[in-house]
């Protein structure tokens, strides 16, 4: 993974500042697309609203820079994964995913930048085709639809937002801090302060309800549903500890018929065939077109098979000492070890080689997927959550064990809560497994109060220097690790530099 654009913070805010007088930046505030170029047909909504599923997943140039490594994807698996304990970073690099391992954040750092930058770009996006089609006198089923996918796209974004750069919603006072700054509509002054956390959530929740009821037309596992905005109207709701709500949405998910769980049969293959399986509720379709290769697939930080990838990100020994309790678990499938001729664990910088595949091998490519944004077995957990909190412990194993049920642990599945642990315990050591890489695990950490604990040696210790690695004795356990708080401010994100210098209304964070 190498960086190709290398900008220290002082070089960085000089290039901003003389920017400005010169032209404007091209930043989300200032970023608007007028609705008059658009042509307000059904054709052209529909290909301005694939345009923005699109930008998903598409390097798009920031600030008039093209960087290969600048994709949403990339930058939110970076800024989630990264920061939490199933992922060890096996080697330093300028890769600013270094900043995510370390949190060592800076309002200037590149993929917190270009995250905030192309989200705003999408939410601009759908507020172009929102705008337009709330013009109408009438509207066709397919502009319902279009629209439903439009406030769900800006739901997605905001949401995915202000959970890196805010507070959750349990962790501070919401009525009072601040979350991000709500874009409602494409015709917005540029100038304008965040949302509270609160009216942030509102906001989305709004956006999910609204999408709900507009979407009526199946337009394949790569858009949006009603039932995709379901299943995130669950997840919100369990982010704010409203555990009634996220049951009930997480019910109309699984009670809908639409999805079944894969089995322990069809599971190893799932990720790469994400498109056409029925755990599946909403998928980023990726194409071989789309194949961004070694110096920007999401795929390339985690995996190599010697051609392709950097793989420098490995399974943590943390999560694959949980897993090892069950080694039968088919799970276990997407934990690649790369072994030498003798048969012994390859060390890369005195790290053991555990390649993540979650997201390769569609099409045979091992460096191409569809990422999983919502799927089935997130329904069951999120509700396996909710009823440990309410302290219906029966249920909430039932759920748990109909994932395992699916995993290939049948002969180990829960009878009641194993001695030591608690019900909430065992749900969040399911969520661990089961969700492992998706973007869920810091989040997870950090909704429930629980300190991020990387106990085991990596490069996410700041003071570790290659030099100071002896290979034949690899540094142990006696290496201080690194645990963080999960209240310490640190698990935000900076607001971005560009942001900051050019909307005086917007505040940075502590």
Request: one cysteine or more; hydrophobic letters at 40%.
């Amino acid at each position: 993974m190498k960086k190709f654009i290398n900008l220290n913070l002082i070089g960085l805010l000089a290039l901003i500042i003389m920017s400005q007088s010169c032209r404007k930046m091209n930043v989300a505030p200032t970023d608007q697309m007028s609705t008059s170029s658009i042509a307000s047909s059904s054709g052209a909504l529909l290909d301005v609203t694939n345009g923005n599923y699109a930008l998903l997943k598409d390097n798009v140039a920031f600030n008039g820079v093209q960087n290969q490594n600048d994709m949403y994807l990339r930058q939110y698996f970076q800024m989630s994964n990264f920061a939490g304990d199933n992922i060890v970073c096996a080697n330093r690099t300028e890769d600013p995913l270094y900043y995510s391992f370390t949190y060592t954040h800076s309002p200037a750092q590149e993929n917190a930048r270009y995250f905030w930058y192309i989200s705003y770009k999408i939410i601009n996006g759908a507020n172009t085709v929102i705008d337009i089609i709330k013009a109408k006198g009438s509207k066709t089923a397919l502009e319902d639809q279009l629209e439903g996918e439009s406030y769900f796209l800006r739901a997605f974004c905001d949401f995915n937002m202000v959970r890196f750069f805010a507070p959750l919603y349990d962790c501070c006072d919401p009525t009072t801090t601040p979350g991000i700054i709500l874009r409602e509509s494409a015709q917005v002054t540029p100038a304008k302060a965040r949302a509270t956390v609160k009216d942030t959530y509102d906001f989305i929740i709004s956006d999910l309800k609204k999408s709900a009821s507009l979407m009526n037309q199946d337009r394949g596992k790569q858009y949006a549903s009603k039932y995709a905005a379901w299943a995130m109207l669950s997840r919100v709701y369990l982010y704010m500890n409203q555990y009634d709500s996220c049951i009930d949405y997480a019910d109309s998910v699984i009670n809908s018929g639409k999805y079944s769980l894969e089995t322990s049969a069809s599971y190893p293959t799932y990720f790469a065939n994400a498109l056409s399986r029925p755990e599946t509720i909403w998928a980023v379709a990726f194409t071989q077109a789309d194949n961004a290769g070694k110096f920007g697939s999401i795929a390339s930080m985690l995996y190599s098979d010697g051609n392709s990838g950097w793989g420098e990100e490995f399974a943590s020994s943390s999560i694959r000492d949980l897993m090892s309790q069950h080694l039968e678990d088919v799970r276990w499938d997407y934990i690649d070890t790369l072994t030498d001729a003798n048969g012994n664990i390859v060390l890369k910088n005195g790290i053991q080689t555990f390649y993540i595949t979650k997201f390769s091998f569609q099409d045979g490519f091992p460096d191409l997927s569809s990422p999983v944004m919502f799927r089935l077995s997130e329904m069951y957990l999120n509700r396996a959550e909710s009823y440990a909190h309410l302290g219906k412990t029966a249920e909430a194993l039932a759920d748990v064990n109909m994932i395992r049920q699916n995993r290939g642990l049948g002969d180990a599945l829960y009878t009641d809560v194993p001695s030591g642990e608690t019900i909430l315990d065992v749900v969040l050591n399911e969520r661990r497994i089961e969700l492992a890489f998706e973007g869920h695990r810091i989040f997870d950490l950090l909704r429930n109060h629980l300190d991020i604990v990387r106990d085991y040696w990596g490069y996410h210790i700041t003071n570790l220097n290659a030099a100071d690695i002896n290979l034949s004795n690899p540094p142990s356990m006696s290496t201080p690790n690194v645990t963080i708080p999960w209240n310490s401010t640190k698990v935000q994100y900076y607001i971005p530099v560009d942001e900051i210098l050019t909307n005086p209304l917007c505040t940075q964070n502590p």
